[in-house]
């Protein structure tokens, strides 16, 4: 069986009227080489702002730099290990002199599947480092500088998962950073006065490398086939049977982001087919 990261086309992606989507406004995306941090750096880049795109990954996010130059947006590829605040010091900085600092995606994560008691405690310090310590400190390094913007506002976004709302088994690490990411856009959110607004998006499974590269561990571990874990495993709960392309995700994104979703301030943007709420 093969399920392939799709290609994303400018007809996709979700483009706004917003007077703070311009190039003077900066984005940084973490994660941006692959799955969902590559559609959201494109996405943001379309829509007029300048993205500083955050990842270990030179060779892949080349090749997000090179998408989004042929749809004439502009991202600036800052190589960056998130689990070094001097890497992520440096990053921040870099994007401070592009223009001004008013989106950050935390995006970047990994995983590894195994239960409770037969979890690795170095891919669990791993795991949390990577997907909640430094999604805290980007954001901890970002607040200062939306508030020295010329209106004080700015939106710190993250990449959450129906994980963080149910737990599933095999996924504790990944279940603990999803949730901690929800509370991570409340706390942010409860001390923005309105102004810097935080949210999370969760959706179902993706067609992401990270999603894709877990169906044989998966067949492996409940002693089924790859084409089981899909229909039975990942779909198996949710009212769409197909799993969603980045750029959905991307453009949930892009919404929040927005002057359209003022409102949106610690909240969740659930759109998961139903594997939640129909649980």
Do not use: W
Not at 236 to 262: C, Q, T, W
């Amino acid at each position: 069986m093969q399920i392939k990261e799709p290609d994303i086309t400018k007809e996709e992606i979700l483009v706004l009227n917003d007077e703070n989507f311009c190039p003077d406004n900066v984005c940084i995306v973490s994660g941006c080489a692959t799955g969902i941090g590559r559609a959201v750096a494109i996405a943001a880049a379309v829509n007029g702002l300048k993205v500083a795109g955050l990842d270990v990954n030179e060779q892949e996010a080349g090749q997000t730099v090179e998408i989004i130059e042929k749809m004439g947006g502009k991202m600036y590829f800052i190589p960056t290990d998130l689990c070094k605040d001097s890497d992520m010091d440096r990053a921040v900085a870099e994007a401070a002199r592009m223009g001004t600092v008013k989106y950050l995606a935390n995006i970047a994560g990994i995983q590894h599947i195994d239960s409770v008691e037969d979890f690795p405690m170095e891919k669990y310090d791993l795991m949390q480092r990577i997907m909640l310590r430094a999604p805290f400190y980007l954001s901890k390094l970002c607040i200062p500088l939306m508030k020295k913007s010329a209106d004080g506002k700015g939106v710190i976004a993250h990449m959450a998962s129906v994980h963080a709302h149910i737990c599933t088994m095999r996924k504790p690490v990944y279940n603990i950073t999803k949730f901690g990411l929800k509370a991570l856009a409340q706390s942010i959110s409860a001390e923005g006065d309105g102004k810097i607004r935080s949210f999370t998006v969760s959706t179902g499974f993706v067609q992401t490398p990270l999603a894709l590269n877990q169906i044989p561990a998966q067949a492996a571990q409940r002693g089924i086939t790859a084409e089981q874990v899909v229909t039975d495993v990942m779909m198996g709960k949710s009212r769409i049977k197909e799993m969603m392309k980045p750029v959905d995700a991307a453009n949930l994104f892009i919404h929040g982001f927005s002057s359209y979703a003022k409102y949106l301030i610690g909240g969740d943007l659930l759109f998961d087919g139903g594997m939640v709420l129909t649980y």
